[in-house]
């Protein structure tokens, strides 16, 4: 349901949502790709965050996270490991990483074929999380915990 809003939302720099991703991997459309092996692929996001910014993407369709088998998430996440390891040792001379994942229209993406940011990071760069007002102040501890009761109970269900 998540991916039917998404194809229907107005999108970031105009993009195709529904099939960008999918072109690209099948060289419909062009890409600078760093790495592809039997689950997933890897090439240069078109707008980066900062310079280096790759997105990891499966080689099969899935939208969201519900979508994704756990090996191809696995391999996902291993991918992107080697690929911020990697930038580190390019001339980017990046200080840090940040791997990213939006799942979901609420939760910033705009492409329904899930992907795995890797985008290095300088002190200096420019980017910032936005928190929410009142973050600095946290909730009571009793609160937290159960929030976390909550998401042990549904796991014990899964
Ligand atoms: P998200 O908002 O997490 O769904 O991220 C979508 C990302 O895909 C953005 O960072 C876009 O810049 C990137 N993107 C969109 N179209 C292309 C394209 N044709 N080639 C490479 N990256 C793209």
Redesign the pocket.
């Known amino acids: 349901m998540q991916g039917e809003q998404g194809r229907n939302a107005v999108q ?2 105009g ?1 195709d ?1 529904h099939t ?2 999918e072109k ?1 991997l099948a060289g419909e ?1 062009p ?1 600078t790709f760093v790495y592809r092996d039997d689950l997933v692929a890897a ?5 980066p ?1 900062t310079p280096g ?1 790759t ?1 990891v993407v499966p080689l099969l369709k899935a939208a969201t996270l519900a979508e994704l088998p756990p090996a191809t998430g696995e391999r996902m996440f291993a991918v992107a490991q080697r690929i911020g390891a990697a930038i580190r040792r390019t001339e980017l001379a990046c200080e840090g990483i940040n791997l ?3 799942d979901g229209v609420a939760a ?4 329904f074929h899930l ?1 795995l ?1 890797v985008f290095p990071r300088h002190a200096e760069d420019g980017f910032r999380w936005k928190l929410p007002d009142g973050y600095y102040t946290p909730p009571p501890r009793e609160e937290i915990a159960n929030t976390g009761a909550a998401i042990r109970a549904a796991l014990a269900a899964d």
């Open positions: 970031r720099g993009f949502p960008v991703f690209i459309l890409a090439f240069m996001d078109i707008q965050i910014h997105l990213f994942l939006a910033g993406q705009t492409v992907h940011h």
